[in-house]
């Protein structure tokens, strides 16, 4: 097995026709070990979050190749029937607001996901309690998000990227909502869980003092992807 996560071939990505096309991304090739937490940096309209849904199997890239760890699943189509079994499975997604279910408490927000993908109550329920315990929220099991501070929820939200044990996790501004003390945090229990879980983390962000704590950072850059 080698360390690859993610790598990227000459990926290309316009959106539209005629009057309305939009080149995003041009010839980007790039690759992301397990372990890595890279931070994606450029401009609002760069092709940041197109970038991280084209690696996420959600969004159809115009052209290239794209594997997900030693898999290739995309050479100019993808080479699944079902992209949604490769997101299950290998992906962990955190968004800039948590999307957490607001009429579901913790551990049902958690274990509800696993479950729908055909995880057994006990099984996803075990794995839920040993996140909120890593998570060091364990006390808010039964609670409802609208209990939960901004951060508290965040890290149940960063729990439930994680309650698949993906290989890459995709982070869209999972900092943007927070003050800069609560950022710091996050950044912190991402970078621990790129460590210790050996998965791959790309997180967007805007905010400069998030970048000591990552190990790359990653730019797009006249449409294309380079790294500092
Ligand atoms: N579904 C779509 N149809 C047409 N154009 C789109 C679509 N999605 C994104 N775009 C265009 O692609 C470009 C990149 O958008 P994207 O959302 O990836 O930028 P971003 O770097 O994430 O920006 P931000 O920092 O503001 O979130 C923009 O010009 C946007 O208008
Ligand atoms: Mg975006």
């Given at each position: 097995m080698s360390r690859q996560?993610?790598?990227?071939?000459?990926l290309y990505k316009h959106f539209g026709k005629d009057e309305s096309f939009v080149d995003v991304i041009q010839d980007a090739s790039f690759s992301i070990n397990k372990g890595e937490l890279v931070a994606l940096v450029a401009p609002s309209g760069a092709g940041?979050?197109?970038?991280?849904?084209?690696?996420?199997?959600?969004?159809?890239?115009?052209s290239g190749k794209?594997?997900?760890?030693?898999e290739k699943v995309y050479d100019n189509k993808w080479l699944t029937g079902e992209t949604r079994k490769i997101r299950r499975e290998k992906i962990g997604f955190i968004f800039?607001?948590?999307?957490?279910?607001?009429?579901?408490?913790?551990?049902?927000?958690?274990?509800?996901l696993p479950q729908t993908n055909g995880t057994s109550d006990k099984v996803a329920q075990a794995?839920?309690?040993?996140?909120?315990?890593?998570?060091?929220?364990?006390?808010?099991?039964?609670?409802?998000?609208?209990?939960?501070?901004?951060?508290?929820?965040?890290r149940v939200a960063i729990a439930r990227a994680l309650a698949n044990n993906p290989q890459i996790i995709l982070a869209d501004e999972p900092t943007a909502a927070l003050d800069m003390q609560r950022s710091v945090d996050v950044i912190k229990m991402l970078?621990?869980?790129?460590?210790?879980q050996d998965v791959a983390i790309v997180m967007v962000t805007h905010d400069d003092r998030m970048l000591p704590y990552c190990d790359k950072i990653m730019k797009i850059e006249n449409k294309t992807i380079i790294f500092e």
């Open positions: 996560a993610i790598k990227v071939e000459n940041k979050t197109t970038l991280l849904l084209m690696i996420g199997c959600v969004e159809n890239p115009s794209i594997w997900l760890g030693d800039q607001s948590h999307y957490l279910i607001p009429f579901l408490n913790i551990i049902d927000n958690l274990t509800l794995k839920a309690r040993e996140l909120l315990k890593y998570f060091e929220i364990s006390d808010k099991e039964k609670a409802m998000p609208s209990q939960l501070s901004g951060g508290q929820n965040q970078k621990k869980i790129a460590l210790e």
